[in-house]
């Protein structure tokens, strides 16, 4: 009886899979027409704002028993390959492959991408400005180590607007071409990487040297031919490179989290639309006198808009003089965050608005009662 039950289960599956297989070459074909339409209009092909709308409609009304974090992760793979019948698209990052720059790019545009690996962040900048990438992806803050300021400096100044935002969850290993934690005898990776593995470091290698490189791919890298050399990197890393894990989840901050930007070219008027759920990101310099601050960010308190970060950046042509970022709940298209930022720039020497995009999802992972692995600590 029961193998009758699994066999008529398996063929109503391999139905809904044929099912599922006719829909999705609908859709693609669908797609393959609006990218026709968007190229013959001379307009951009992906729309970050018209994706995220996407994906928060089908987590609104699907109703189903699937986790809206897996259906999310599903359609982001067809929406991948569906804009990648539209028209080729590359993203360039912080590379090598494997970095954590490059897992963010993925979990944003998915598989379908082809991928740029830049040696630096202004090198992800320069690709983008150039035309050579429609797309980078960029570090602009850590939840333990704070700003990367490659990423501040470079905004102050690029023609690119911020489309979107990612936060990364990040999962840190100990990665080698060996076997034994014994025979390590230097760790490699990126400073932001070390800091944050700080004290497993000092626990579990104590006068082991600590040696800066690049990113954390390119350290995994450098230790492929070295059994005495260890490299703070990921798991993606340990697999494209063939290196053994010898320890997983070594960051000294379990909800250790970056947020990286999407830059593009500035949206146009067929794109970049509100999504109802936005945040806007400016720069803005105020004249050296006393209330000056306070003057530049009391039309927000009057508008009943709330700030979600704000960051002073020394100015480099300028001795004790600030440049401010901000990040704010809203959109540009808003009338009431138009009339903001323009009371706002009556009190300011300079305003640059750097984007307005869909507000990312922060990871949100339960971790009371959990160890390093995961797993339940309480047994």
Known sequence: MNEEMLRELREKIDRLDSGIIRLLNERAAVSVEIGRIKREAGWEVCDPSREERIYRNLAENHGGILPGSALREIFREII???????APMTVSFLGPEASFSHQAALAHFGKGIFIAPQASIPEVFSAAEKGECLWGVVPVENSAEGSVKA???RLISTPLAIRG???LRIRHCLLSAGNDLAAIRKVYSHPQALAQCREWLRTHLPGIPLVEVESTAGAARRVREDAT???VGSRLAAGIYGLNLLAEGIED???NTTRFLVIGPQPERNGGGMTGQDKTSILFGTPHVPGALQRALAPFAAAGINLTRIESCPMR????EYLFFVDFVGHIDDQKTRECLQE???QTATLKVLGSYPRGMEPLENLQ?????GKDGTK
Do not use: P, V, Y
Request: with cysteine; net charge negative; hydrophobic share 40%.
């Open 317 to 320: 042509d300028k001795m004790w």
């Open 80 to 86: 991948s390959a569906s804009c990648a019948l539209q």
């Open 369 to 373: 009662g959990k160890d390093r692995d």
């Open 165 to 167: 935002e990612i936060f």
């Open 253 to 255: 901050n379990l909800l």
């Open 151 to 153: 990423t501040q400096d």
């Open 344 to 346: 706002m720039g009556k």
């Open 229 to 231: 050399g260890a490299a």
